[in-house]
């Protein structure tokens, strides 16, 4: 069972509200995405001319990500894959932590990494996955049928070193983004329809950056602090001594 995340623009916590502000901004909040009515808000239409400018100019849209790809690959030695894809709202990647292929089987740990296109924020998680070769008849060729073991949400364990690597290259080449905790993006909105997805429990992770968590279960297991880069609410707490005693 999914979190549900409460739309609160005047909340205490900054990221909160601040994310808040961007769904609400760019989606209408209770309308199926195909209800006529869904395309004339204005966010969609803003949202849309987005999609439509990154798939007529897509190498030009992407520059400044695929620079970035590109910087990173010269700052490690792991690999890292471009899979942003042009119809989606937000640019990603992936880094290759560990992979060890089997007669059967692939086991794949792997760090994935989103920069959003509506609003400065990003996210990074850990995946820890299995995959499993098998011819289809559709595709005539060999697929690989994935499913995914653990979800590390923080720099923890084997993920650590690459994590914080990730996260210090973004907010040097994005000043200003902040990062979406991992307990935020997991988090589902009712009444939410992404332009892409059909289900009116959507996860802010659709809303901000795209599909990659629709690979998870709503149960999936958790290492690490699913909680980590969420900052306490602007509430100060002040100590007194106690009032004398008569």
């Keep these: 069972m999914l979190n549900n995340f409460v739309l609160d623009t005047n909340s205490p916590n900054k990221l909160v509200a601040e994310i808040s502000g961007v769904i609400k901004k760019y989606y209408p909040i209770g309308v199926n995405n195909l209800d006529p009515v869904y395309a004339e808000y204005p966010g969609i239409i803003e949202l849309t001319k987005i999609v439509e400018e990154n798939m007529t100019n897509y190498k030009k849209s992407f520059k400044p990500w695929t620079d970035f790809l590109k910087k990173l690959k010269t700052d490690t030695t792991k690999k890292i894959h471009n899979t942003a894809l042009p119809h989606e709202i937000a640019f990603s990647g ?95 909105i009712e009444g939410l329809y992404t332009h892409d997805n059909y289900t009116d429990k959507t996860r802010v992770h659709n809303a901000l950056f795209n599909r990659l968590l629709d690979q998870c279960p709503d149960m999936i297991f958790t290492r690490g602090d699913k909680f980590f880069g969420l900052e306490p609410s602007n509430i100060s707490v002040t100590l007194l001594p106690p009032p004398p005693i008569d």
């Design 94 to 188: 992936e880094m290759i932590i560990q992979r060890n292929n089997y007669k059967s089987f692939n086991h794949t740990k792997k760090l994935v990494f989103s920069i959003s296109m509506l609003a400065p924020l990003f996210s990074i998680f850990g995946i820890d996955e299995t995959s499993v070769p098998a011819y289809d008849d559709r595709f005539q060729r060999e697929i690989d049928y994935s499913a995914i073991n653990v979800v590390t949400a923080s720099p923890y364990q084997e993920f650590e070193t690459g994590f914080n690597f990730i996260m210090k290259s973004i907010q040097e080449q994005f000043p200003g983004h902040k990062f979406v905790p991992f307990y935020i993006t997991q988090c589902s």
